[in-house]
């Protein structure tokens, strides 16, 4: 069932404290039949109210491990919840509340354009090893599992690689590009052997791809692209002693420029070792910088650039209730059986390698 939109409407339209107040009834009445996981670029209304609430890696092992009654509701794009719907047990049913927020950059790799240019890049000899990040769809997990890969999260990205390179002379990563790059270097690799494979080029741009031990799928995050070098100037300029911190979808100049890389879990870590007193400017989308400000108070904690993942957003506490209240009739999401099979083998190899 997709509620009509009607029912949204009637849904929007009450005020937040009762939203909360009866999604909170119905968490108590359900108990330990309903698990809600929320990524942490969800809203502070939506996350306060979630059973686990962590990035995309920490969410695929709380579906593993969640012991408990039948449904899942997962508050976060698409891919995170096909995911969950792969990790979670046969008997288990994955409901997400918003089925049309998918996430942009996973959308960018299609299994179509992925198996063309598979195709033309193993001709270019070298054993090529597939790794996709998290931020994928369910048919390039597959993909990547049945051909021998794997995924990789912000957090192992550089394990990943390791893991990668004992298996092959050269990695084909995607879709994010910059995740990609970041990597690349921190691993060691220079930049004349990284090749760029563009899916909107008929030969993928025409790179030198022989010679490549990194190939990069044209791709990436809209909100972590926004961010540039010259934000962190200015930072730099009106508050010499504040600390940057980043995220690794973020392009490599910005990176470059950051006191601090890393996942949205190290994120967090990050700002949890600084003094009451500090300046944090943060690289990465709002809503998580919002909880960090709400959580420490007494420092000053910033967007380094306006950054709202419109996608995530599109999970409103209207719809977390329609859901809630509707467990059985609801969408279950739905993998079909040979891509969650090498999907999830390539998921478990991802979870042994962090
Ligand atoms: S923040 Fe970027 S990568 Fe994350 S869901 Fe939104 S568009 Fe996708």
Redesign the pocket.
């Known amino acids: 069932m997709i509620p009509a939109p009607e029912r949204i409407r009637e849904y929007e339209g009450l005020p937040e404290e009762i939203l909360i107040s009866r999604i909170a009834a119905l968490r108590d009445r359900y108990k330990d039949n309903v698990c809600v996981l929320a990524h942490l670029?969800q809203r502070r209304s939506i996350s306060q109210l979630a059973n686990f609430v962590g990035d995309s890696y920490g969410l695929s092992r709380s579906a593993a491990n969640f012991k408990g009654g039948e449904y899942i509701v997962f508050c976060g794009?698409r891919f995170m919840a096909e995911s969950a719907a792969i990790l979670c047990r046969s008997d288990q049913h994955v409901l997400h509340p918003e089925p049309e927020a998918g996430?942009?950059?996973?959308d960018m790799a299609s299994i179509e354009e992925t198996s063309r240019a598979w195709s033309a890049l193993t001709r270019t000899g070298g054993t090529l090893v597939p790794v996709t990040y998290m931020?994928s769809t369910a048919d390039i997990k597959s993909f990547c599992g049945e051909l021998g890969g794997t995924i990789c999260t912000s957090s192992n990205a550089l394990k990943t690689f390791e893991w990668a390179f004992k298996r092959g002379e050269r990695v084909f990563f995607l879709p994010d590009e910059h995740l990609g790059r970041n990597t690349a270097k921190q691993f060691g690799i220079v930049p004349d052997d990284i090749a760029t494979w563009d899916p909107n080029k008929p030969d993928g741009g025409g790179e030198d791809y022989e010679s490549a031990k990194v190939i990069l799928w044209r791709g990436y995050?809209?909100?972590?692209q926004k961010f540039t070098s010259r934000d962190v100037e200015h930072i730099r300029r009106f508050y010499p002693d504040a600390k940057v911190v980043v995220h690794p979808?973020c392009p490599q100049e910005v990176v470059d420029r950051a006191d601090a890389v890393g996942s949205t879990d190290f994120i967090g870590k990050f700002v949890a070792t600084t003094k009451p007193g500090d300046k944090i400017f943060i690289g990465t989308?709002i809503n998580l910088v919002q909880n960090l400000q709400t959580q420490y108070p007494d420092r000053l904690i910033a967007k380094l650039h306006r950054s709202l993942?419109l996608?995530?957003y599109q999970i409103s506490l209207a719809r977390l209730l329609l859901t809630l209240e509707n467990l059985e009739a609801f969408d279950r999401v739905v993998v079909p059986n040979k891509t969650a099979h090498f999907a999830r083998v390539a998921l478990d190899r991802m979870l042994s390698i962090h």
Request: glycine share 0%.
């Open positions: 670029y794009v996430c942009p950059m996973a931020n995050c809209p909100v972590h979808e989308e993942c996608t995530m």
